[in-house]
C-alpha cells in the first residue's frame, strides 16, 4: 500500500486538489511539506497529534516536513470555529511558546541532519519585516474580497453579532503567503492540514499558481473530535497537552485508556504509526472482548512513548496498574513518586512506628472525621500496601516502600501517600 492509500485507509483525507497528479508527484521522488500551528499556548495539545504525526508518516515514507509555528499568524488569529476575535499576544510570549513547542516536536519528528531531516520554520521571519504596501501589492492584489468572504469561517462571523475585523480578515492572505514563501525558500510542494483550514490551504496554492506560475498541492485530514462531536483544542475546557508540566503523562496515558469504546477504532487508525494490519488484529480482539480494552491500552502505551519517551511511559503504565489493583509492594520508587504525584499526598515523621492515620487521612481530605476513619478501620477498609491495618490505625515501619513511600488506601479506589522524612 502506498502512502496516499495507507492515509486513505486511515481515514486521513477529507480534501485533496488534484489527487492523481499528487500521486505522480510522489512517485517522482521526495516532496517537501508543511502543516502549521499559531503557538498561541506554549505547549501543543492532543488535536494537534493527528497533523504532526501526519508528517511523521510523510518523514518515514521518505519526504521532508516543515512545521510551521505561526509567529505572526499568531499574533493576529485564524477567525475559523470562534465566536469572536481571539486576545492577540506579544512578540515575547510567541516567542516563548515557539521555543517550548519546539521541544515537543522533537519527539514527533526526527530533526537530525539528513536527507528528510525536520525544519522548524517561524512565519514571523519573513512576514514581519514586510511594508504594507508590498503586502498590498504582491499578496493582496491577487484574490477578491467575494473569495474571501465565500470563506466558510469568514462569512459565519461577518453574519454573527460580533462580526469580524480587518485583522482576522487578513489571515487568509497571510496564510497563503507562507505556502508561496516556503515554495521559493524551501521547494515545499504540498501544504496539508485539517478540514476546517481548507479555504486557507487552497488559497495558498492559488498564490503560487499566479505568482510563480507552479503548481502545488494541498491535502487536509479530518478534525479528530471528541464522541460527542466537539473539536479537541485550546479553548475548550479540560484540554490534554503535550508538554508534561501541563498533563502528566500518568494523565496523559489515562485519557487514551479512558476512551470511548465508540471512538478508539477512530483514533487508532488516526494516530497510530502501526501497519494497519495490526490495527485490524487489535480491533477484533477489542471487538470480541471490549472490557479488556486491547486497543486502548495499545494506542495509550505508543503515544505515551513517542510523546514522553520509553521511562516516563513505563512508570505510567505500572503507576496505573498501582492505583487499579497490582501490588505495590513490589513498585519502584520512581514508579511510586508517579502515583504521589496523582493522588494526595501528606508527610510522615521519619519513624512511622505507631503513628496513627486518622489524622493522615483528615490532612489529606480522604476522610472528613475521626468517627469516620474509625468506621472505616472497623469495617477492614483501609491498607498501607497489601496490609489491612487493624482497628487502632497504627502504621509499622514495615509499611514504608521504595522511595520511603507509604502507599494508603481506602476501599478500592481512594488512595493516599505518605512520604517518609528523610533524617541527616
Known amino acids: 500500500m502506498d502512502l496516499l492509500d495507507d492515509l486513505a485507509a486511515r ?44 508528517m511523521r508518516r510523510f518523514q518515514l515514507a521518505g519526504h521532508k516536513p516543515f512545521p510551521l509555528a505561526g509567529g505572526a499568524t499568531g499574533m493576529i488569529g485564524d477567525p475559523g470555529g470562534r465566536s469572536e476575535e481571539r486576545n492577540l499576544l506579544e512578540g515575547d510570549t510567541l516567542r516563548h511558546n515557539v521555543e517550548r513547542i519546539k521541544v515537543q516536536l522533537s519527539a514527533l519528528l526526527d530533526f537530525e541532519p539528513g536527507p528528510c531531516q525536520a525544519t522548524l520554520v517561524n512565519n514571523a521571519d519573513w512576514t514581519a519585516p514586510v511594508t504594507m504596501l508590498e503586502f498590498l501589492r504582491d499578496v493582496g492584489k491577487h484574490f477578491t474580497v467575494n473569495q474571501m468572504m465565500a470563506k466558510d469561517s469568514v462569512r459565519s462571523r461577518i453574519e454573527s453579532e460580533h462580526g469580524i475585523s480587518y485583522t482576522e480578515f487578513s489571515y487568509m492572505l ?11 525558500a524551501h521547494g515545499v510542494e504540498l ?87 495490526d490495527i485490524e488484529a487489535l480491533l477484533a480482539d477489542q471487538a470480541a472482548a471490549p472490557e479488556k480494552r486491547v486497543a486502548q491500552r495499545a494506542l495509550a502505551d505508543e503515544l505515551t512513548k513517542l510523546v514522553h519517551g520509553d521511562a516516563a511511559a513505563t ?61 472505616l478501620l472497623a469495617q477492614g477498609a483501609v491498607r498501607a500496601g497489601n496490609r489491612v491495618l487493624d482497628a487502632d490505625g497504627l502504621l509499622r515501619a514495615s509499611d514504608v516502600l521504595a522511595g520511603g513511600f507509604v502507599l494508603l488506601r481506602k476501599g478500592k479506589r481512594d488512595f493516599l501517600v505518605g512520604k517518609v522524612s528523610q533524617t541527616g
Not at 483525507?13 to 516532496?31: C, E, K, M, N, S
Request: without cysteine.
Open 315 to 375: 512508570a505510567a503504565a505500572e503507576a496505573a496498574d498501582v492505583l487499579f489493583g497490582s501490588d505495590p509492594t513490589t513498585a519502584s520508587a520512581e514508579v511510586l513518586s508517579v502515583v504521589a504525584a496523582e493522588v494526595p499526598s501528606v508527610q510522615l515523621p521519619a519513624s512511622i512506628d505507631n503513628h496513627r492515620v486518622h489524622e493522615l487521612f483528615i490532612e489529606g481530605g480522604v476522610a472528613k472525621s475521626i468517627s469516620d476513619v474509625n468506621r
Open 174 to 184: 497571510l496564510q497563503a503567503d507562507d505556502f508561496r514563501h516556503l515554495y521559493e
Open 191 to 277: 501544504q496539508a492540514g485539517a478540514s476546517d483550514q481548507w479555504g486557507n490551504i487552497v488559497a495558498g496554492v492559488e498564490l503560487i499558481r499566479r505568482r510563480l506560475g507552479a503548481q502545488a498541492f494541498a491535502m487536509t485530514h479530518p478534525l479528530m473530535l471528541k464522541s460527542d462531536g466537539s473539536k479537541f483544542g485550546k479553548s475548550v475546557g479540560g484540554s490534554v497537552w503535550l508538554d508534561p508540566q501541563r498533563t502528566s503523562p500518568y494523565q496523559f496515558r489515562q485519557f487514551w485508556m479512558q476512551a470511548d469504546d465508540a471512538m478508539i477504532a477512530t483514533y487508532i487508525k488516526m494516530l497510530s504509526l502501526r501497519p494497519l494490519a
Open 11 to 54: 481515514g486521513l483525507v477529507h480534501d485533496t486538489t488534484d489527487l492523481a497528479a499528487l500521486r505522480a508527484r510522489l512517485a517522482q521522488g521526495p516532496i517537501g511539506l508543511y502543516i502549521g500551528f499559531d503557538p498561541t499556548a506554549d505547549s501543543l495539545h492532543v488535536g494537534h497529534l493527528v497533523g504532526q504525526l501526519f
